[in-house]
């Protein structure tokens, strides 16, 4: 009985430790999303996009529908946004922050984007999920 608890306490402890708390959730998630938007800032959508998950099962919904695939997701923003000047400067604010399980979070917010061309505005829903340790988009509904 009691090697019986001692590995029952052992288990807990160990997968209390895996479990991400809600302030180093929201501390990661803000980590992508800062390095997103110095990527963006940069003109660099190959790097804005290591922030989505990699996989022919993330989800784009938009304006012109839903858009399945990282791979389709870079090739959608290079065609909207083929250069550093159309793509401009982009701040993401308001945002909230739920850790809705130990491997999931979504964050609402207001992305805003600064152009010559003209600015963009509008608002978002991201699904993350932390996948192999790390915290990346699954879905993005961004309007």
Do not use: E
Not at 44 to 57: E, F, L
């Amino acid at each position: 009985m009691k090697k019986l608890f001692v590995a029952a306490l052992l288990s807990a402890t160990l997968g209390a430790c895996t479990v991400a708390r809600p302030a180093q959730t929201r501390s990661a998630i803000l980590q992508v999303l800062t390095t997103q938007t110095a990527a963006w800032n940069r003109g660099d959508v190959a790097s804005y996009m290591q922030g989505y998950w990699q996989s022919d099962s993330l989800v784009f919904i938009g304006k012109s529908g839903l858009t399945y695939g990282w791979q389709p997701t870079l090739d959608n923003y290079r065609r909207g946004y083929p250069t550093p000047a159309a793509m401009g400067q982009l701040t993401f604010s308001n945002l909230g922050i739920t850790q809705d399980s130990p491997l999931s979070a979504h964050v609402v917010g207001r992305w805003h984007l600064a152009r010559t061309a003209g600015d963009l505005a509008g608002h978002f829903l991201l699904v993350f999920r932390r996948i192999n340790g790390q915290w990346v988009i699954v879905a993005d509904h961004s309007s």
